[in-house]
């Protein structure tokens, strides 16, 4: 573990996508409320989005090499969370 993100000598980074994804679906469940409430525009609720997962999600993703198989988990948890 590296500044929270975990590194492995052969560069493969499956596991730490997928633990950045659930940590990352962890906090978008957290708040259901503020993202049912209809008086939040939906430009609010993207901008919260982007500050509370993404942030979360893309943590450490610089030192990632990812593989076909990984940016398609990473495209689905976005879709989802859309």
Same mark, same amino acid.
């Given at each position: 573990?590296?500044? /929270?993100? &975990?590194?492995?000598? +052969? /560069?493969? #980074?499956?596991?730490?996508?997928?633990?950045?994804? /659930? *940590?990352? #679906?962890?906090?978008? +469940?957290?708040?259901?409320?503020?993202?049912? #409430?209809?008086?939040?525009?939906? +430009?609010?609720?993207?901008? *919260?989005?982007?500050? *509370?997962?993404?942030?979360?999600?893309?943590? /450490? !993703?610089?030192?990632?090499?990812?593989? !076909?198989?990984?940016? &398609?988990? *990473?495209?689905?948890?976005?879709?989802? #969370?859309?």
């Amino acid at each position: 573990m590296y500044l /929270g993100s &975990k590194q492995s000598s +052969n /560069g493969y #980074c499956r596991p730490d996508v997928l633990r950045r994804i /659930g *940590l990352a #679906c962890s906090v978008m +469940n957290s708040p259901q409320r503020m993202w049912k #409430c209809r008086s939040l525009s939906i +430009n609010t609720k993207v901008h *919260l989005y982007q500050a *509370l997962v993404i942030c979360v999600l893309l943590y /450490g !993703a610089e030192i990632w090499t990812l593989l !076909a198989a990984d940016t &398609k988990a *990473l495209e689905a948890f976005h879709m989802r #969370c859309q």
